[in-house]
């Protein structure tokens, strides 16, 4: 087994592999464990359960939990900024799709290419596992370690010359390196800014560097598979998978780069800023067609559909109450409740007059009875 790495090396196949960056640190946890902590102390986690799963806890505190013998940990950045007309973004009668999702999903991409880079280890008979957003590890704070970036008030990884959009991914591994990166020089921060702190539109940072994961859009609008808290949605605005409110205003962004990796193209319409009205009548096919391989086919058709209902409210367009009205005879019932909604906003209380009598469903009646005061 051979005894020490180069560095230099492993750097360079990480770029050649299109990653646009890399670092090396020894395998050791994350200097900042006590803000884990505290986050999940205060619940700020939400329904995440599994970050707070005792097994995830632990490798979270002990990266020989993750690899007995572990040395080292390669950390890879791979930037996934794409351009589409801003103008379309911002369209109130489209819903809209954050960024990292209109390429491919980012999963695959990079644990393809990172089984590559782990390959050239275990043929040394070195071990390396590859973590890809999903393992018990806290990935910006690697990052961090390994000088790919500062960590933002919005809590993101920033680097100074490629902003924020750009996703993370590691190597655990048994092999040692012959030298190992540094964090970015402490001057590099957010200094006095704090836009996106008050730009969220749902006040969702407690604190600088702390979100509470149960004020997120974006949390609500991927991981959250039931009733979207009410007195949230009307500040979703026409966000229906993810939000990026928290990184586009920030100002490190201007410096983002468009990618020129081939995962992540120039989007369709439909994959960045589909119609609301054409995702209020998303048919399972249509769903497949428009979103197999990317990020939003994690979700499942209902979920967006759930989504889209809450952008078809927060629109004010009234053309669309017949869409949501059909939407609540709907055999999911948490977009029955949440066409209930919509249909509250665009036409008042007497448009849900018959609903009650067809419903059985107790949370969607509770979400009526609601509604109707
Ligand atoms: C759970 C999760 C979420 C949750 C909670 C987010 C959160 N802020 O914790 C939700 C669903 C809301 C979410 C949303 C998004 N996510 Co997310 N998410 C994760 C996941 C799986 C775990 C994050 C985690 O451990 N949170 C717990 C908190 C406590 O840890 P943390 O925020 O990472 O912070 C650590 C923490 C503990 O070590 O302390 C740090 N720290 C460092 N310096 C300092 C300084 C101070 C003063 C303090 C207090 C703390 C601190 C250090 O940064 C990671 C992947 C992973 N395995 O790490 C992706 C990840 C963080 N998400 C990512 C992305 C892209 C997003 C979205 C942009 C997607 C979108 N457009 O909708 C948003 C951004 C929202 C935001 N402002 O963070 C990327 C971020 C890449 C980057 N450049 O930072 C990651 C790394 C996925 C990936 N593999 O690329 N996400
Ligand atoms: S992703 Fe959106 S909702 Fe979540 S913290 Fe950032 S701005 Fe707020
Ligand atoms: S918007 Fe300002 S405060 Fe927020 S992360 Fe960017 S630089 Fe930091």
New binding site residues.
Partial sequence: MSAVFSRDEVLSAAAALGFSGAGVVPAEP???????F???AQD???G?YY?DRPDRTLR?RDLQAVLPGAQSIISV??DYRAEFPPDLLVDPSRGRI????WGLD??AV?RDRLRALAAALKKMRHKAVV???????????H??RAG?????K??????PRRG??????EIVTTAAFDAYDAPLQPSLSCGRCTR?LTA?PTD??P?????D?NR????H???NPGWIPRSLRAKFGNWV????V??DVCPWNRFAPVSRDSAFPSPPKHRAAPYVRDLLTLTDEVYRAWYDGSAVSQVGRARLVRNACIAAGNSGDTSLIPLVRSLTANSDPFVRGHAGWALWLLGGVDALRGLFQRESDDGVLAELGTLVG
């Fill in positions: 994350s200097a900042h464990l006590d803000a884990y505290d986050w999940l700020y986690h939400a995440l970050m979270r950045a791979l954050a960024a990292y999702a980012y999963h990079i973590y890809v957003d999903f393992g018990a590890l806290l990935e910006r704070s990052g961090e790919l970036g500062f960590v933002g919005n809590t993101l990884l920033i680097h924020s959009l750009f996703f993370l991914a996106c969220c969702a940072f604190h600088p560097f702390v979100l994961a997120c859009i974006s949390y609008t991927i991981e998978f993810g939000c990026d928290c990184q």
